[in-house]
């Protein structure tokens, strides 16, 4: 497919929308970023790539992340992870409180923040001694070797992480967390704080567009474990519009609060959006434009 043209088209199209929503507020370094930027990058799984916009400027990808720490607890330590954490949309902020309390300190899911800390955890447990891992799958995968954690933005997350520290001590006290809070707090948010461009992002979730395939041809998931990433992204992976982004774009997503959104075609390629001002629900609007008009034009739907 020609994909070149229609992702300059859609960053035409989608100019006059970039002043519409807010920038994330409630890390403060992320409201430090210029809000009026764009960018949209397709790796097909055979590897090409193509970007147009602001495809290069590395982002804060935040939520992204926990995408890649669920896959690499998934491929190292298998199925136990649900025995820890639910795999059903919310129904409630991403940051919510409320819920992990009814049901008794297991999260609904593994991308929201509870069920993510989970994970992070998990990924401690079986990663013992190594330091990098969701960076250093994101720079294998990415073949960017200098993608790097922004300390800023990690420093102002900590400063300002009440709600995070309250879940994972919430966790804790329930017997589902098996590290220090502190250190599943840090792994948590240095994950969060990794800068990657739309490119990095596209060319790093081919595995889940390739049957879990990794870009030297080696399998991180089995095709089964990435159904199922892929699953839990359509229902679980862009907050509580999750419903609305399979009615809009009808493609597995993950959004994270700095603007960016990763979303497979499966078998065939993975498309990464970025523009840093969010709706009500947390997801970028000109990003979730941009793959409404990516998948009308294509036909390029799970759907
Ligand atoms: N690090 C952010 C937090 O935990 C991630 C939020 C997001 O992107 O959804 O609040």
């Keep these: 497919m020609e994909f ?24 403060p370094e992320l409201a430090a970023v210029e809000p009026n930027q764009f960018g949209i990058s397709v790796a097909t799984r055979e590897g090409e790539v193509y970007s147009s916009g602001d495809s290069e400027t590395p982002f804060s990808i935040q939520s992204i992340s926990k995408v ?13 992870i649900w025995n820890r954490v639910f795999r059903e ?7 919510s409180l409320v819920q992990l309390e009814h049901e008794n300190g297991i999260p609904r899911n593994p991308f929201i923040n509870a069920g993510a800390l989970v994970v992070t955890d ?23 070797a200098v993608l790097q954690v922004d300390t800023g933005v ?13 879940l994972a001590h919430f966790l804790a006290s329930c017997g589902n967390l098996d590290n220090p809070v502190d250190d599943v707090l840090d792994a948590y948010i240095n994950q969060c704080a990794v800068s990657a461009s ?10 889940l567009a390739a049957n879990g395939a990794r870009r030297d041809g080696a399998a991180l998931l089995d095709p089964h474990q990435t159904k199922r990433i892929n699953a839990m992204m359509v229902t679980c992976g862009t907050y509580d519009a999750a ?50 008009e990516f998948t009308s034009c294509t036909g390029l739907s799970i759907f």
């Design 68 to 80: 890649f720490a669920l896959a690499l607890v998934l491929a190292r330590d298998g199925e136990s």
């Design 4 to 27: 070149q043209n229609l992702l300059d088209d859609i960053v035409g199209s989608i100019k006059p929308r970039l002043g519409e929503g807010n920038v994330a507020n409630s890390i």
């Design 243 to 292: 419903g609305e982004f399979a009615y809009r774009v009808g493609l597995p997503g993950k959004s994270g609060i700095g603007g960016g959104i990763i979303a497979v075609v499966p078998n065939y390629c993975a498309i990464c959006v970025w523009s840093p001002r969010l709706g009500s629900s947390g997801n970028s609007i000109a990003g979730v434009a941009a793959l409404d």
């Design 122 to 144: 998990r990924l401690l447990s079986v990663s013992a001694g190594e330091a990098n891992g969701v960076l250093g799958l994101l720079r294998d995968e990415s073949g960017n």
């Design 154 to 166: 990690a420093a102002s997350e900590s400063r300002h992480n009440h709600r995070n520290q309250a």
């Design 198 to 207: 739309c490119t990095d992002l596209a060319l790093a979730s081919r595995f």
């Design 89 to 95: 949309p919310s129904g409630n902020p991403f940051n």
